[in-house]
């Protein structure tokens, strides 16, 4: 694991392509005291995850990857610790925040979509996947999302409490032709909410390393996409999330033009330290709420972040009364 640390004189003296080069084999770069004055176009070419740290009371640099307050060692020790345990992950993570930034959402999916199914077949990803204990789906009677139409509101549930709707194939499946009802009639506004005390734990884990073919999985994820109808609902959708949202039940609310949040409502993106890194959708919903940078912290530390944060960041738009 390599650390190198640039100080905001070196930085401001200009950093020469050659010396980005030499980067290649440095985990994480760090940069003290760096502002958004400084010339860092340069880090968006960066083949290592750059962090910025930078003053609170100065713009932070735009083309950094992550920013911490200057000498908040603990926060740095957090993110370190993320890419030593996982550096391919973070990296890939760090790439695609990066490409995708100037994308449209579809675009940006399959950007990430991609960047999954590479990972799905990477040694860390393995590694986790054997470690993990044996789990076994269990049997549902009930379809995974039920729909309620009154008027002009369509209320779209997801209905699996004993198993933390946790986000299955099936139930992508379920959501999607449900959302397709609202996208074909524009009079309809969709509210989206969940049965028991949690919204989403995310993925399904006992479906997670189960692809036979990862190409076919890519064009199953960008084809039947939750993130893309959410997208396109525009002013018309609207997400209720309350409990633990976790990986995909964070990822796909943030697409909704609305999200209403209970009390109790915390996120966590936990996927790098699977060796993986979001693939609901979360590298295109949370860096248009919340920014790439704050998006690649969240991501990297795998870290819960509460509800009031959520709130301040914009994840959230308003708190249930």
């Given at each position: 694991m390599t650390v190198v640390r640039w100080s905001r004189a070196e930085v401001g003296e200009g950093i020469p392509a050659a010396a980005v080069d030499d980067l290649d084999d440095v985990d994480v770069l760090v940069l003290d005291g760096v502002t958004a004055a400084d010339p860092l176009a340069w880090?968006?070419?960066?083949?290592?995850?750059?962090?910025?740290?930078?003053?609170?009371?100065?713009?932070?640099?735009?083309?950094?990857d992550v920013v911490i307050d200057a000498g908040d060692s603990g926060r740095l020790d957090q993110i370190v610790r993320a890419v030593e345990a996982s550096p391919t992950g973070a990296r890939l993570l760090v790439d695609v925040?990066?490409?995708?930034?100037?994308l449209d959402v579809r675009r940006a999916l399959s950007v990430e979509s991609l960047a999954y199914s590479t990972l799905l077949a990477s040694p860390p990803f393995r590694s986790w996947l054997e470690a993990r204990a044996e789990r076994v789906s269990p049997s549902f009677d009930e379809p995974p999302v039920?729909?309620?139409?009154?008027?002009?509101?369509?209320?779209?549930?997801?209905?699996?409490?004993?198993?933390?709707?946790?986000?299955?194939?099936?139930?992508?499946?379920?959501?999607?032709?449900?959302l397709l009802v609202a996208d074909a009639d524009i009079s309809v506004h969709v509210v989206v909410d969940a049965e028991g005390p949690v919204f989403s734990s995310g993925g399904d884990l006992t479906e997670f390393g189960t692809a036979s073919d990862v190409a076919r999985a890519?064009?199953?994820?960008?084809?039947?996409?939750?993130?893309v109808l959410l997208d396109r609902l525009g002013p018309r959708a609207t997400i209720h999330v309350k409990g633990d949202c976790v990986g995909a039940g964070v990822e796909l609310p943030a697409f909704a033009h609305r999200v209403v949040a209970a009390p109790d409502t915390t996120f966590r993106l936990p996927e790098v330290a699977m060796g993986l890194i979001p693939g609901a959708g979360g590298t295109v919903s949370l860096p248009r709420r919340i920014g790439r940078q704050a998006t690649a912290e969240l991501a990297l530390t795998g870290r819960t972040m509460d509800v009031d944060e959520a709130l301040d960041l914009g994840l959230v738009d308003e708190l249930e009364t």
């Amino acid at each position: 694991m390599t650390v190198v640390r640039w100080s905001r004189a070196e930085v401001g003296e200009g950093i020469p392509a050659a010396a980005v080069d030499d980067l290649d084999d440095v985990d994480v770069l760090v940069l003290d005291g760096v502002t958004a004055a400084d010339p860092l176009a340069w880090c968006v070419d960066a083949p290592c995850v750059v962090v910025a740290g930078s003053p609170p009371d100065a713009p932070p640099p735009a083309t950094v990857d992550v920013v911490i307050d200057a000498g908040d060692s603990g926060r740095l020790d957090q993110i370190v610790r993320a890419v030593e345990a996982s550096p391919t992950g973070a990296r890939l993570l760090v790439d695609v925040l990066r490409t995708s930034r100037t994308l449209d959402v579809r675009r940006a999916l399959s950007v990430e979509s991609l960047a999954y199914s590479t990972l799905l077949a990477s040694p860390p990803f393995r590694s986790w996947l054997e470690a993990r204990a044996e789990r076994v789906s269990p049997s549902f009677d009930e379809p995974p999302v039920r729909m309620v139409r009154a008027a002009d509101v369509l209320r779209v549930t997801l209905a699996r409490p004993e198993n933390r709707n946790a986000f299955s194939a099936v139930m992508r499946d379920a959501l999607v032709e449900a959302l397709l009802v609202a996208d074909a009639d524009i009079s309809v506004h969709v509210v989206v909410d969940a049965e028991g005390p949690v919204f989403s734990s995310g993925g399904d884990l006992t479906e997670f390393g189960t692809a036979s073919d990862v190409a076919r999985a890519h064009q199953i994820r960008t084809h039947r996409s939750v993130g893309v109808l959410l997208d396109r609902l525009g002013p018309r959708a609207t997400i209720h999330v309350k409990g633990d949202c976790v990986g995909a039940g964070v990822e796909l609310p943030a697409f909704a033009h609305r999200v209403v949040a209970a009390p109790d409502t915390t996120f966590r993106l936990p996927e790098v330290a699977m060796g993986l890194i979001p693939g609901a959708g979360g590298t295109v919903s949370l860096p248009r709420r919340i920014g790439r940078q704050a998006t690649a912290e969240l991501a990297l530390t795998g870290r819960t972040m509460d509800v009031d944060e959520a709130l301040d960041l914009g994840l959230v738009d308003e708190l249930e009364t």
